[in-house]
């Protein structure tokens, strides 16, 4: 969709969340979109009626960036679907935790349900859609998202490796890079696998980027205001195709 | 707004291809979409492969769609019951396939498709003739056969509750196969006694979240025999 | 328990089902004891918090003769807990059969649920007992009571398998010979199997028998009034062990 | 006449011994069988085997067992977070053995377990280092793994209400483990909100049958957090 000599904007569509010039903030808007940002970039892409599952960190934030008018069910793999947003302050309820244990509501129409039928749900491929966090993915689809190295003797994999094998798509929302600087859309995965050849589409705080069978990274659209596809490229470990 | 509800059976069999699945819910009478099936002989898929646990009785439903040739296959635990000649003659005529399946075995491949599990061992079946060809292991030192998952393409399956998301409840022992056929199938749907408002059912007590549920159709019949 | 010596009388325990003689059941009876009484005494051998699965026939009428103080849960495999007899005239409840779909009644505390999770609980091993009938038991234990001949190519299996092979217990009430003489108790099936090894108990019209691994068919107890343990031995197909 | 429910959680834990594999219900603390886990504290059976979600946190629970040196193994699928820090010391100090599962291999191996299915394939972990030393095999094309039934020795699990034939309700998300931990257990104890008279829960919204359930306790506290 971007070519090279496209020119390239931001498409950061939360006005709420621009701050004022001097603001610390700032710094890391100007390396791409917010955190929330990306949340609303994401939840742009999701029609209504889908079943979605969102993961820890900036996955969960993508419920609040779908309008209230458009109906999407999000499934918590702790036996929830039709999740609502966190309770208002005072009005919390101990017995209705999303996956993350923060305190959810639930929207009528909701259902509660057991562990073996929830992930029968994910594992079923029930499950339209999966949002998750990674430290890595690769041109081929792999995600590495749970163990920090092949050393971690005890990482905690939680319901990840189920919901990247199992939802009917797996999209990742993550920084473009690590804090230092290293590529995290690389060629092959460093960290241990979740899954393999698992992701669909990747949001970053930069871009919108695809992964399609046989070509590897196909990029959708930057989101970072003023950045070239070659500066783009720069920040990423593997080569971005285009559609042009 | 998500709504499943469609406003006849006609509707809610749309698209069903030749060829089909279908899995068909109920046990004898009690919990079978008796109107499902019945739009199902309106609405002309042939070719097809039929999961019930019975193989139809009489001269309606399952027993009319098998007497107009639209049937390929059967597969079921027990076809041979009170007034299932229509089956009979039509297999002993060989104008029908026929997959014999353990019920628990049945329910279960179901429910592994639905769960997305593609095979597993179980104790049922081993050593009898219907181990004949499947793999067999030794488990805590008893003998298991590897059963397959069995997805439909089409679910036809009746509530007593559902609301617009597809959410549904059954009622008493009209429960029996229809929650596993709604997992299993890729367009499930469900015909139901009543309609009612998003939320009515209580989350604690919803049998079938509307996950599995694709279509919904209110039909009036308020009992399995009238 | 019985030796070849003990004095045999006839153990049936409910007189209502005893009739006049001349009664042309008596005939039936003087050949051991009724359906009724077969019924009777497999349910004097359940003891109070069984769960219990009783097959379609005799098995059914076992429900019966459990004293209504003696809490046993019935299950049947088309998920209902707590089954009850059947109602009463003009009562009947079209959404609640069991297994041979004919309407039943539900006790307090019974409960419903779907296919996969009654044959859960049956192959699961949480069933203490299931009573089915049979066309042959095999002093192995072996059970064929589903397909008539290896011939029979469209046989009725219904949950048999899953409750012979699943059951914590498997009990047997059936007819000591087929109508024609033939004993069914034998040394191997020649009938297709339903399960094998699955048999711990056998009730008949003439005795009640154990299956006993590495011994074979053990007796119990004679239930034929008159009848000798030389008499029982001419009617059964394999050799009758005691524990005398 | 049946009755499940015993009096003190000293009487429900009667009989746990040493070495057993112990399945404790909750998601974090939400259906967590608090009361249970301190009684097992105090029943001192040791050398166990505990299946659980996470690996305790702070000091109480079975973070304190896992202190106290009674448990040898842990099997979870997250065994790091907020306060774990009694089971990353013992994990580091070779005290402590740990198998990780994911989260819905953990449900359905106890589901399975319950369920009288020895082993299964799943496609979640093939192609990971979760897979090293497992069977895989491909279906549709697809990598899966063998993964085994996991039973208990015993369940400790929470209920919102419970009848004497140990018929059980969970509320809203404290479900979780609860129910596929009750069927995987050969001696299935639940601590509940509420003893009610048997037929109060209505037949259609039992969560957990009575059938797997053996011993019921009930505590006083009526949410997860105090």
Not at chain 1, 151 to 179: E, F, Q, Y
Not at chain 2, 59 to 67: D, E, I, P, Q, W
Not at chain 2, 93 to 105: D, M, N, R, S, W
Not at chain 2, 117 to 139: D, M
Request: with cysteine; glycine share 12%.
């Amino acid at each position: 969709m971007q070519g090279d000599s496209v020119p390239l904007r931001i498409t950061q569509r939360n006005p709420r969340h621009t701050r004022a010039l001097g603001d610390p903030m700032e710094l890391k808007l100007m390396a791409g979109v917010t955190r929330q940002g990306m949340a609303a970039r994401v939840a742009r892409d999701i029609p209504e009626g889908w079943f979605v599952n969102l993961g820890i960190g900036i996955p969960t934030m993508v419920a609040d960036h779908v309008p209230v008018e458009r109906e999407v069910i999000l499934h918590s793999e702790n036996g929830i679907l039709g999740m609502g947003p966190a309770p208002e302050a005072g009005k919390g309820n101990a017995w209705l935790v999303n996956a993350g244990k923060q305190q959810v509501t639930l929207r009528p129409g909701g259902s509660f349900f057991h562990h073996a039928d929830s992930f029968g749900m994910i594992r079923g491929g029930h499950i339209d859609l999966c949002v998750l966090g990674a430290f890595e993915v690769a041109e081929n689809g792999d995600i590495a998202n749970w163990a920090t190295s092949e050393n971690d003797s005890a990482p905690a994999v939680g319901g990840a490796m189920d919901l990247a094998a199992g939802a009917k798509r797996l999209w990742v929302v993550m920084d473009h890079t690590t804090k230092d600087g290293r590529p995290k859309l690389v060629e092959a995965c460093g960290y241990p696998l979740t899954a393999p050849g698992a992701v669909q589409r990747i949001y970053t705080n930069l871009a919108v980027v695809d992964v399609v069978q046989g070509r590897g990274f196909v990029l959708r659209e930057i989101l970072a205001e003023g950045m070239s596809l070659a500066e783009l490229q720069a920040q990423t470990g593997a080569v971005l195709h285009t559609d042009a | 707004m998500i709504n499943k509800i469609v406003q006849s059976i006609a509707e809610s069999l749309e698209g069903v291809p030749h060829g089909a699945t279908i899995l068909m819910g109920g046990f004898g009478a009690v919990g079978q979409p008796d109107e499902l099936i019945e739009g199902l002989l309106e609405q002309g898929a042939r070719d097809l492969t039929v999961v019930a646990n019975n193989a139809g009785a009489g001269k309606v439903g399952l027993a009319r769609l098998m007497m107009e040739g639209r049937v390929r296959k059967i597969i079921c635990s027990f076809p041979r019951s009170a007034g299932s000649t229509v089956f009979e003659e039509l297999y002993r005529a060989g104008k029908l396939e026929l997959e014999i399946v353990p019920q628990g075995t049945l329910a279960e491949r179901m429910r592994a498709a639905g769960a997305g599990i593609p095979a597993f061992f179980t104790p049922t079946g081993a050593g009898t003739k219907l181990a004949q060809g499947k793999e067999s292991r030794v488990f805590n030192g008893r003998e298991h056969i590897l059963e397959q998952a069995l997805p439909g393409d089409v679910a036809l399956i009746e509530a007593w509750q559902a609301d617009r998301w597809g959410n549904l409840t059954y009622r008493e022992s009209g429960r029996n196969f229809n929650p596993v056929m709604a997992m299993a199938a890729t367009l499930t749907v469900a015909q139901t006694h009543h309609v009612v408002d998003l939320g009515d059912i209580a989350p604690d007590h919803v049998h079938t979240p509307g996950i599995f549920v694709q279509r919904v159709v209110q039909v009036e019949r308020g009992a399995p025999w009238v």
